[in-house]
């Protein structure tokens, strides 16, 4: 098992169909201890509960820097260490750029961009005490193409955030032996997007993915398992595109 031992927190998990949960399955599937993160407590303890009663769900905006902070200490308090931490929390908005109002702006960045650094923070010290750990955080094909499907400008930006955020803390934390890295999804049935895409939307999308099929949350959950154990021990600040070609 390529993660007996360990332990993890992944963000944005509570909700069944989500690449979050896909994550925390293959990560408990693999010997690891997970906490799942989720502005919905009550899917967090749901989802935890799933996975089997030695995994914890806890409620946390990680939007607000003491929420983030809390919720550590509450999952540290009961697994005594962590040593993965899957931003993975987002949302998105479809709107054009010229309707982007300044809240939508605002709650956009929080949770894709700002939420990533809190969390990270709020893990920062436990990390570097024990000079081990591996973070990866959620980017997006938005970032690279300008533009995804569903989501507007500001989530491309705040995606891009995620980019450079990662690779700063990866320079940063490397001499304390932390890893940081990303991943770049392309267009993942999740409940992000189900129900939302035309079907004549979704055959032109198809037609530019060369693998000729969207992507399902174990594709990223995968990825996310190479990041997390020591199979990646020397890949830091790396970002892995998985979309099927949709972006070459
Ligand atoms: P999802 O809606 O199932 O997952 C998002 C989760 O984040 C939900 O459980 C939600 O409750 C949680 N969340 C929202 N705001 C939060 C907050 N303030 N604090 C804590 N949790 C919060 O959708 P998903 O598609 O599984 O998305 C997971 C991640 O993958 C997101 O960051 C998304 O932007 C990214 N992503 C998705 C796709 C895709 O096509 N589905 C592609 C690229 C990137």
């Given at each position: 098992?390529?993660?007996?031992?360990?332990?993890?927190?992944?963000?944005?998990?509570?909700?069944?169909?989500?690449?979050?949960?896909?994550?925390?399955?293959?990560?408990?599937?693999?010997?690891?201890?997970?906490?799942?993160?989720?502005?919905?407590?009550?899917?967090?303890?749901?989802?935890?509960?799933?996975?089997?009663?030695?995994?914890?769900?806890?409620?946390?905006?990680?939007?607000?820097?003491?929420?983030?902070?809390?919720?550590?200490?509450e999952?540290?308090?009961?697994?005594?260490?962590?040593?993965?931490?899957i931003?993975?929390?987002?949302?998105?908005?479809?709107?054009?750029?010229?309707?982007?109002?300044?809240?939508?702006?605002?709650?956009?960045?929080?949770?894709?961009?700002?939420?990533?650094?809190?969390?990270s923070?709020?893990?920062?010290?436990h990390?570097?005490?024990?000079?081990?750990?591996?973070?990866a955080c959620?980017?997006?094909?938005?970032?690279?193409?300008?533009?995804?499907?569903?989501?507007?400008?500001?989530?491309?930006?705040?995606?891009?955030?995620?980019?450079?955020?990662?690779?700063?803390?990866?320079?940063?934390?490397?001499?304390?032996?932390?890893?940081?890295n990303?991943?770049?999804?392309?267009?993942?049935?999740?409940?992000?997007?189900?129900?939302?895409?035309?079907?004549e939307?979704?055959?032109?999308?198809?037609?530019?993915?060369?693998?000729?099929?969207?992507?399902?949350?174990?594709?990223?959950?995968?990825?996310?398992?190479?990041?997390?154990?020591?199979?990646?021990?020397?890949?830091?600040?790396?970002?892995?595109?998985?979309?099927?070609?949709?972006?070459?």
């Open positions: 098992m390529l993660l007996a031992g360990k332990t993890a927190v992944i963000s944005g998990a509570a909700g069944a169909r989500g690449i979050g949960f896909a994550t925390a399955k293959t990560f408990a599937a693999q010997g690891a201890r997970v906490a799942i993160l989720d502005l919905d407590g009550a899917g967090a303890a749901k989802a935890a509960a799933e996975l089997g009663k030695e995994h914890l769900g806890v409620a946390c905006n990680v939007t607000d820097k003491a929420d983030c902070e809390r919720a550590v200490s999952v540290l308090k009961s697994f005594g260490q962590v040593d993965i931490l931003n993975n929390a987002g949302i998105t908005q479809p709107v054009k750029v010229w309707d982007i109002s300044p809240q939508d702006w605002d709650r956009i960045q929080d949770v894709n961009l700002r939420g990533v650094l809190y969390l923070q709020a893990l920062m010290p990390m570097q005490a024990r000079k081990a750990g591996s973070i959620m980017s997006s094909v938005s970032a690279q193409r300008g533009g995804g499907i569903l989501g507007g400008a500001h989530y491309s930006a705040a995606k891009a955030g995620v980019l450079g955020l990662a690779k700063a803390m990866a320079r940063e934390l490397g001499p304390d032996g932390i890893r940081v990303c991943v770049t999804p392309g267009l993942i049935v999740t409940d992000i997007n189900i129900g939302k895409i035309a079907p939307k979704e055959k032109e999308i198809l037609a530019g993915i060369p693998l000729n099929r969207l992507g399902r949350p174990q594709d990223v959950a995968n990825i996310f398992l190479f990041l997390a154990s020591d199979l990646s021990a020397y890949t830091t600040g790396a970002v892995i595109d998985v979309n099927g070609g949709m972006h070459i």
